[in-house]
């Protein structure tokens, strides 16, 4: 099952605020502890993100690339 786990927001190179979605599958209960295996992270627009470092982001074909100071930034 594909969970939604952090939404935060991103400061764009552009100059433009977005939103951090970071998804995470969680594993089949039967297997002993629930883990969470993280799953994907995107732009709330569905745009796929590489995480560069702790906070920093780039879209997969690097047009754009984000910072964030969240807490629970990845």
């Given at each position: ?5 952090y ?22 209960p ?45």
């Amino acid at each position: 099952m594909l969970l939604l786990k952090y939404v935060y927001p991103a400061h764009g190179s552009d100059g433009e605020t977005y939103e951090i979605h970071v998804y995470a599958e969680s594993a089949d209960p039967e297997h002993g502890k629930p883990v969470e295996k993280l799953k994907s992270v995107v732009l709330a627009d569905g745009r796929d993100l590489r995480v560069t470092a702790k906070g920093h982001y780039e879209v997969a074909d690097g047009s754009l690339t984000l910072e964030s100071h969240a807490h629970e930034a990845i």
